[in-house]
């Protein structure tokens, strides 16, 4: 169901009305400013970006259909103390949106919870994307039927100032969100990842906080609701204000149908005294909360399905001694550790494998996965270095 849904917001994105016209935005180009491009597209149109760093140029989407796409190594948008609507660099009003390769930093608001894009109403896919330093990378609005799709992209650099929390992707209240290939890192206090969705799809990124990074929650969904998290590295650091690696339901239940289901991920934690790998607020979900986690690596001390309701099988403990090299973001096994071969296989819940079909590929994106002979617990079938 969830891949039926993808397939067919990516469809939808594609088709665009006829007549529909390319405008290009630059130094030299016909349209200096990406705001008045913002002014001058129509519905359908494809706004192509030259390289370079725009500095204030914000901007309101208000078309219905359209493609923003950056030319060659992209633009960089710095908000040099700009906002939109006191909102964000770029604001979305409502309809069907593709954002692929471009740059977006320094956010601030008044309200102290500025963001690269600020994703209103309808349907989005964000690709090849990076955003640093934003008191939000993207922030999402609680509007029930729109819907996420982020491809292949980075964020990084929670400000360090003080205030409310900042989070690197803060997804509120929509139908669905999916995220995939992507890698988070550098937060501060507030978490990597946290999404209100009422389903969502998690796989293949690299949600590590990193040397330096003091994040809290690396993942989080304090609403429960639908979520498939397969095949990604995530870990939090030396530095974490939290012991907690993903959270589940911490405030509440904001949908009738509450599932987690987890397989094929490393699990990290780098606290000396030990991390809570899984925790699931039970009591605040309802009784039909389903939970299944299969073929988890867990690295470094702490507990993983103590505590948990669900069904586990094909998890393993270990240490970071049994990764290639996690200084270098290698987070594969060594080819003679006896983790490989060790897990069970996948199920099938809801009509959907929770086997892998792909694995996260440094600096962003994947890399297919043919099916192995058995299973091997974690984020890796393969031993290939991830460079």
């Given at each position: ?213 003091s994040a809290a929650y690396e993942l989080e969904f304090p609403n429960g609701g639908l979520a498939y ?159």
């Amino acid at each position: 169901m969830a891949r039926a849904w993808l397939l067919a917001f990516v469809a939808g994105l594609a088709c665009d009305p006829p007549f529909a016209a390319m405008l290009l935005v630059g130094p030299g180009a016909p349209i200096a400013r990406i705001a008045d491009a913002a002014r001058l597209a129509h519905d359908g149109d494809t706004v192509e970006i030259l390289p370079g760093e725009y500095r204030g140029d914000v901007a309101v989407w208000t078309q219905k259909r359209l493609t923003i796409r950056g030319i060659g190594s992209g633009p960089t948008l710095i908000a040099d103390n700009q906002s939109a609507e006191g909102k964000a660099i770029w604001v979305f009003r409502e309809g069907d949106f593709l954002v692929e390769n471009i740059a977006f930093s320094g956010a601030r608001v008044p309200d102290l919870n500025g963001a690269g894009i600020r994703f209103e109403r309808g349907r989005m896919r964000v690709v090849r994307c990076r955003f640093t330093d934003n008191e939000n990378g993207i922030l999402t609005s609680n509007d029930g039927d729109s819907e996420l799709v982020i491809e292949d992209s980075e964020f990084s650099a929670a400000p360090t100032d003080r205030g409310p929390l900042k989070h690197l992707l803060y997804v509120g209240r929509i139908a669905r969100f999916a995220l995939s290939g992507s890698r988070f890192h550098h937060g501060y206090q507030g978490h990597l990842v946290k999404s209100r969705a009422k389903e969502n799809v998690v796989r293949y990124n690299l949600l590590y906080d990193g040397a330096g990074g003091s994040a809290a929650y690396e993942l989080e969904f304090p609403n429960g609701g639908l979520a498939y998290v397969i095949g990604n590295v995530i870990g939090q650091s030396r530095e974490t204000s939290n012991p907690v690696v993903i959270a589940y339901g911490a405030e509440g239940a904001a949908w009738p149908d509450s599932a987690l289901y987890l397989s094929h991920n490393t699990l990290i934690s780098e606290r000396m005294i030990g991390a809570w790998f899984l925790r699931i607020w039970s009591e605040n979900l309802p009784a039909t909360l389903s939970v299944i986690a299969v073929n988890n690596l867990t690295v470094g001390l702490g507990v993983f399905s103590i505590g948990a309701p669900g069904e586990f099988a094909g998890n393993f403990p270990t240490l970071s001694f049994a990764l290639s090299d996690p200084a270098t973001l290698d987070f594969t096994l060594g080819s003679n550790s006896l983790i490989l071969g060790t897990g069970v296989e996948p199920p099938i819940v809801r009509g959907r494998s929770l086997a892998p079909d792909a694995e996260f590929h440094l600096p962003v994106g994947t890399r297919p996965l043919a099916r192995p002979k058995t299973w091997t617990p974690g984020a890796f079938q393969t031993t290939d270095p991830q460079r």
